[in-house]
């Protein structure tokens, strides 16, 4: 089998949400050895998540290591050039399932352990700690333009070349600071990978008790993330960053 950008994606994304939904699955379903350890753990499991998914994203063939829809529509805005925009969501909407799906075989004897139906949507998709769908949509969208703006800094021309391997590390650290600042209202999705295709999961898995997926909030992350994308992509466009 040969490598290529579609794997990459395919591939770097189910390990984005493996490690992603993973960390929050130890920290809120019970008996696990992180029950309970809190939002930094979070943070920091999500910013790790995204390094390592980067890394194997280009192991298996993606140069530009995307994970996400958001980012994908961003550089295409950003570009002009819409050619990837159709592959690349496809690989990471499908990696972004198979990732949810092997947190919940990964943590199989906790979901009936775990009462609080809310509790398990949380380890697939996000949801808000208020809400309220204006200031949900804003929240998505302003993380989002955030990442993206943090990407073309990381990226920019004007820095000169990292050293090599430096670039999923400064990703993952982007995350950490996104979400350790911005995080607390929605859980930052910023991405319509990163919670659609695990709520598809959570709605067709055979979890105990699992409760409603939720599909009313469900546009919020994906539209909200779209957006803050696309406003990022016309900036870079613009000021050519």
Avoid at 33 to 38: A, D, V
Avoid at 89 to 98: D, E, P, V, Y
Wanted: net charge neutral; hydrophobic share 50%; glycine share 12%.
């Amino acid at each position: 089998m040969q490598t290529s950008p579609f794997l990459g994606e395919l591939i770097g994304t189910m390990v984005l949400l493996l490690l992603g939904n993973g960390v929050v699955a130890n920290v809120v379903l019970k008996q696990t050895k992180g029950e309970s350890s809190g939002w930094i753990v979070i943070t920091a499991g999500w910013a790790f998540a995204v390094a390592m998914g980067v890394f194997v994203a280009k192991a298996f063939g993606s140069v530009d290591a995307h994970l996400n829809p958001a980012v994908t529509v961003a550089f295409a805005v950003a570009t002009n050039d819409f050619s990837h925009v159709v592959p690349y969501i496809t690989a990471q909407m499908i990696g972004a399932f198979l990732g949810a799906t092997l947190v919940w075989l990964h943590y199989l004897p906790h979901w009936a352990a775990t009462p609080d139906p809310e509790a398990k949507l949380a380890c697939f998709a996000t949801g808000p700690a208020i809400r309220k769908p204006s200031a949900n949509f804003l929240s998505e969208a302003m993380a989002t333009l955030v990442l993206i703006l943090g990407l073309a800094g990381i990226s920019s021309k004007h820095l000169g070349e990292l050293a090599i391997g430096v670039g999923p590390y400064l990703v993952g650290i982007l995350v950490w600071s996104i979400g350790l600042s911005l995080g607390g209202t929605t859980g930052y999705a910023m991405s319509p990978a990163r919670d659609f295709s695990p709520r598809l999961a959570h709605a067709l898995l055979p979890i105990p008790n699992k409760g409603s997926s939720d599909w009313g909030y469900a546009w919020v992350p994906v539209v909200g993330s779209l957006v803050g994308a696309t406003i990022g992509g016309l900036l870079i466009r613009w000021f050519t960053l």
